[in-house]
């Protein structure tokens, strides 16, 4: 790692004043949306953490908690590049209002029907494929949105404090899983009905924020709605963008594979009970920090790229970022103990962030606004169904050669994804054009 370490010294010494407050923070409408973005953040992670394993309490098995990740993924790929094009053409604030909404109703049924001491897990399913409809739409619309609530020379900043929000959410999210359900609860409800309901009060802390916002519709079509020929267009020319432009298209593609081969996420409640052999009281616990220590490694990384000027060769650090992902990946397949397991995470998380931030911010700045929804939506399709294949994959090959051995041979995957894709020059030799002489 002396590498990364060396570049940062030279970039800042590029610009050593690294300005307080950091500039996205000075425009108002992007503090209120940082904020109402964490809550709720903090609520979709404390459900997320909490029904994987309210599937494993059901079933035993880290494949049936991989296929949850099927069922985020189908209506993913059925909708998302809908929600992009309905991102460029409809008020973006309104498609947050209904897709938000939309979740927080999901969450308030999962509230009931846990009341109600479900013991299937297919209303599970049921629940988190309806969840995966509403975010398709709500991913492009949110992702386009905050590129408009600053100027574009803060947005990388924007990205970097946006992902430190992200991440922290990360981090208290699963921790509020693992403490929520080894909780006995209150009001005769078990911890873990009270976390669905918590990640339904979540959501009106975003709802409030968005109501507020100015409009943030792109272009109009007047008072003539779209034909099925015209979205069926605006699709091609989203599609046709990705492809032609190769920087976003190699950092969509790197970020698939990686996620795909090496996710791990799916295994962590057998992990924590039945490789590391926690005491089944403090198995919940053992689970919360091993999920939170991904996302303690990304908030710190986060914290610190907020801080720094912006990088100067960004695709050459992706391809290094994901070979550091997959390396951590293997020391937390072989880990004997919880602390080495959650350092060996936290490393994956924080290789995953920096590389992330840095995908994120040549995208957005490579694509013209009126473009950005359905390029969005791409990358959500990259992003989101990577991780959600990955879970699935994992499971099945654990359900096979083990928990360790899946999770050993994806992280040695990854570092094939990373090798292959330093051969990609528009990616690795692209450069922030701030820093272009």
């Known amino acids: 790692m002396a590498g990364p370490f060396v570049h940062v010294a030279e970039t800042s010494c590029q610009n050593p004043y690294i300005p307080f407050p950091p500039p996205a923070l000075r425009h108002r409408d992007f503090r209120n949306y940082l904020i109402g973005s964490f809550v709720s953040n903090v609520g979709n992670n404390l459900q997320a953490w909490t029904i994987a394993w309210h599937v494993y309490h059901l079933t035993h098995s880290s494949l049936m908690v991989g296929l949850l990740g099927i069922a985020r993924v189908v209506p993913l790929i059925l909708f998302s590049l809908f929600g992009g094009v309905l991102a460029d053409q409809a008020d973006r604030r309104k498609v947050m209002l209904m897709t938000q909404s939309a979740m927080a109703l999901v969450a308030l049924v999962l509230f009931f029907l846990s009341k109600n001491g479900v013991q299937a897990v297919a209303p599970l399913y049921v629940m988190v494929a309806l969840y995966a409809i509403a975010r398709a739409f709500d991913g492009p619309a949110r992702q386009a949105m905050q590129v408009s609530l600053v100027p574009l020379d803060d947005f990388p900043n924007a990205a970097s404090l946006n992902g430190v929000t992200w991440r922290l959410s990360d981090v208290l999210g699963p921790v509020l899983a693992g403490f929520m359900i080894s909780w006995n609860g209150a009001f005769g409800l078990s911890g873990l009905t009270l976390s669905y309901f918590l990640n339904f009060a979540s959501f009106f802390a975003l709802l409030f924020v968005v109501w507020f916002l100015p409009s943030r519709r792109v272009q109009s079509h007047g008072d003539r709605a779209a034909s099925v020929s015209d979205v069926l267009r605006m699709i091609k020319e989203g599609l046709h963008f990705v492809n032609r432009t190769p920087v976003v298209r190699s950092a969509m593609w790197i970020d698939f594979w990686a996620t795909l081969l090496s ?33 303690v490694g990304a908030l710190v990384a986060a914290a610190v790229m907020a801080w720094l000027p912006t990088f100067h060769k960004q695709g050459s650090w992706v391809v290094a970022m994901i070979a550091g992902y997959g390396f951590a ?16 995470l936290a490393v994956v998380g924080a290789t995953d962030m920096v590389s992330t931030v840095l995908r994120q911010t040549i995208r957005q700045l490579a694509t013209p606004d009126e473009l950005r929804g359905r390029m969005n939506a791409t990358s959500s399709l990259f992003h989101i169904s990577g991780p959600q294949l990955g879970d699935f994959e994992a499971g099945a090959v654990a359900s096979v050669w083990g928990e ?7 992280g040695a995957l990854c570092l094939f994804v990373a090798a292959h894709w330093s051969r990609a020059k528009a990616l690795t030799k692209y450069v922030h054009a701030e820093t272009v002489a």
């Open 404 to 410: 360790r051995v899946s999770i050993v041979l994806g």
């Open 263 to 295: 996710g791990a996420e799916a295994l962590l409640p057998a992990f924590a009970t039945k490789i590391l052999h926690l005491d089944p009281q403090f198995a919940s616990t053992g689970y919360g920090i091993l999920a939170g220590s991904t996302a």
């Open 329 to 344: 990946t293997i020391c937390f397949g072989v880990s004997p103990t919880l602390l080495a397991a959650s350092l060996s």
